[in-house]
């Protein structure tokens, strides 16, 4: 088994292996660089979906050959993916501007979900910047709740569905609005974390309610997270100083988010860049990274980092994939 590193950047995926010595990565496959890429996804079958903001979902096989999946989908500016932790075949994504489509043929074909435009306060769903318009940043499906699927909208808050997409409702009273990335505790039915402008927040009722954590965090820009697969309450975050992609740190958390501590020995200086992903592996690896390109590794929880490739476009999501070479 040889642990590989697939990266969704401003030009396309980018496929590492690690190579003899530390720190020495290598590109095993590159595609779609013409486009940029948000979200990625693994499938059971060792297959890997991207979702493009300015084209579609693509699925490969071998990180070279990708072929476009399109039938039914509405809007193509794909921000967010999410395949079903036990019906890989149902996948859900969401887009620019923000809609909810499902495929349960692999992606094969799509279907919008009407309900979810719906869903009370829409009209307020918005953007930053021209022209506006809202999109679905995040979307996870629930490995314990099997009809549950949950969408973070930028900017509008937390919307659900526990009808496998049938019905949608808001899920964000106390929770901010701006929410860049949620997680789901796979040991607590009910637990979900999310991370936004406003810090870092936990729900142990499948987000009807919502506890802000932000003990230990001198600001609470936070952009990604982290789950220890083997361990849920580990937690580590990319915080920033501010929205304008600079200041950025990682802390990291050992009792789900009630303290944080800084992580940040050995990493470069952050103060001209933000770090927009992090991931964990279960073989113990942490990775990091930046909008500059940069792409971080640890071994130790964040204790010590080294730099495993600086010569990449700014990187939205890392997907570590345990396939067999």
């Known amino acids: ?49 991207a979702g493009a903001t300015n084209a579609m979902v693509y699925r490969t096989s071998d990180g ?26 149902t996948i859900f994504c969401g887009t620019n501007p923000a809609a909810v489509f499902k495929s349960t043929d692999a992606g094969k074909t799509w279907r919008q979900m009407e309900a979810f435009n719906q ?19 995040y979307l996870i499906q629930h490995p314990l709740e099997p009809d549950a699927v949950f969408a973070a909208i930028e900017v509008g808050g937390l919307v659900a569905s526990l009808d496998a997409g049938r019905t949608w409702m808001p899920r964000h009273e106390h929770l901010g609005r701006d929410i860049n990335q949620l997680a789901i505790h796979p040991g607590q039915a009910g637990r979900i974390y999310a991370v936004s402008d406003s810090g870092f927040y936990v729900s142990d009722d499948l987000g009807s309610t919502w506890e802000h954590r932000i003990q230990g965090l001198p600001y609470t820009y936070c952009e990604c997270l982290a789950v220890d697969p083997r361990d849920p309450d580990r937690l580590l975050m990319g915080v920033n100083q501010v929205r304008d992609d600079r200041g950025g740190s990682i802390f990291c958390s050992i009792n789900s988010g ?3 501590e800084i992580a940040a020995a050995g990493l470069p200086s952050l103060a001209d860049r933000a770090v927009t992903a ?13 909008n500059k390109g940069d792409l971080l590794g640890s071994q130790d929880f964040g204790a010590k980092w080294q730099r495993l490739d ?14 067999n070479r």
């Open 119 to 137: 869903v009370p306060g829409r009209d307020t769903w918005t953007y930053y910047h021209a022209p506006y318009t809202a999109r679905v940043r």
């Open 310 to 323: 600086a010569n990449l476009p700014p990187i939205h999501s890392i997907l570590p994939l345990p396939w």
């Open 1 to 49: 088994m040889s642990l590989l590193v697939a990266l969704g950047t401003a030009k396309g995926v980018h496929i590492l292996k690690p190579g003899k010595h530390e720190g020495d990565w290598s590109a095993v496959a590159q595609g779609l660089l013409e486009h940029p890429v948000r979200s990625l996804a693994l499938h059971s079958d060792g297959s890997l979906f």
């Open 278 to 290: 992090v991931a964990s592996h279960p073989d113990g690896w942490w990775f990091a990274a930046t």
């Open 258 to 260: 009630k303290h944080w």
């Open 64 to 89: 070279l050959s990708w072929k476009p999946l399109y039938e039914g989908l509405k809007f193509t500016s794909v921000y967010s993916l999410s395949i079903h932790p036990l019906k890989p075949d």
